[in-house]
């Protein structure tokens, strides 16, 4: 009888999908679905195991897809919680008010850099956001104009579905077009796993996936600091490329929901952010 009732449950826990934040959650829901940022998913993943090893009853699944996907998904009723690595927009937030009558709730969940990466081997030590800008804007195009050697830059990007893109571009290209010759990838692994093999090459994501990959120190200004992403530059709003990370849902949080939420955001929650390699809120 055991087994039958464990085999329900995961049955059960399987057949739900998100409706939780759409269509109002409620204290018998056994299953949350988060979907949305692939810049949030590791940490996002972390979170959910060992929430689940302390909550043996509930069960929470977490895709990627980029955090447009997850906001479409949050505005259709196809998740209860959206990861969302960049703020979502007015007419997003519109798009769930008119179809629910219910306000976004916008919850900080951690802190981030975006790191720019560059192979090991780089001479490259430092860069400013103009430069970035001139470099993803394609009026830079060897490293020898940046401090580097005599190489065509071969530039990687994120897909225009990733929130880690859409604040690129604000932040950095203030809304300039990409160059054509910029490379997209499907994630931040991937831009890193490129960048690593290429030794001319750029590349930009969360810091929590900097491996076999150098992280340049970036520069606000010519006048300015040269600054590394590290968790007390970003806490310190030092690092020019800092940035919150989100949780989304329907109305406010409820039930088993607000109960997950509320334990992310909790001192044994953010430790989980550290651990992970990104960071926690700060008090600022």
């Known amino acids: 009888m055991r087994k039958l009732g464990w085999l329900m449950l995961i ?3 399987m057949g739900v999908h998100g409706c939780g934040g759409g269509k109002g959650s409620s204290p018998a829901v056994r299953s949350i679905t988060i979907k949305g940022s692939d810049t949030m998913v590791i940490l996002g993943q972390r979170w959910a195991e060992t929430y689940m090893k302390e909550s043996p009853d509930k069960r929470i699944q977490v895709t990627g897809g980029g ?5 479409a998904a949050l505005i259709n009723g196809g998740t209860d919680i959206c990861e969302a690595s960049r703020p979502m927009k007015d007419k997003e937030k519109e798009m769930v008010r008119s179809r629910y009558s219910k306000d976004v709730s916008e919850i900080p969940v951690a802190l981030d850099g975006i790191a720019m990466y560059v192979p ?3 001479a490259v030590q430092t860069i400013t956001l103009a430069q970035l800008k001139s470099i993803y804007t394609g009026s830079i195009t060897n490293w020898r104009d940046v401090g580097g050697k005599d190489m065509r830059i071969v530039a990687y990007s994120r897909e225009n579905n990733s929130g880690t893109y859409v604040f690129f571009k604000e932040h950095v290209l203030k809304n300039e077009d990409f160059a054509r010759d910029i490379q997209t990838l499907p994630g931040t692994a991937a831009v890193v796993n490129a960048v690593s093999k290429d030794p001319a090459s750029i590349g930009y994501g969360g810091i929590a996936y900097a491996t076999g990959v150098r992280a340049l120190a970036v520069k606000k200004d010519d006048a300015s600091e040269a600054v590394k992403p590290s968790m007390e530059a970003v806490e310190a709003g030092k690092y020019p490329l800092s940035r919150n990370l989100y949780f989304y849902t329907v109305g406010s949080p409820e039930g088993q929901i607000k109960a997950f939420i509320d334990w992310v955001l909790s001192p044994e929650g953010q430790k989980i952010c550290q651990a992970v390699g ?3 809120l700060n008090r600022r």
């Open 11 to 13: 049955l059960a826990s």
């Open 67 to 71: 955090s447009g996907t997850g906001i």
């Open 120 to 122: 090991e081997s780089s």
């Open 278 to 280: 990104y960071y926690p």
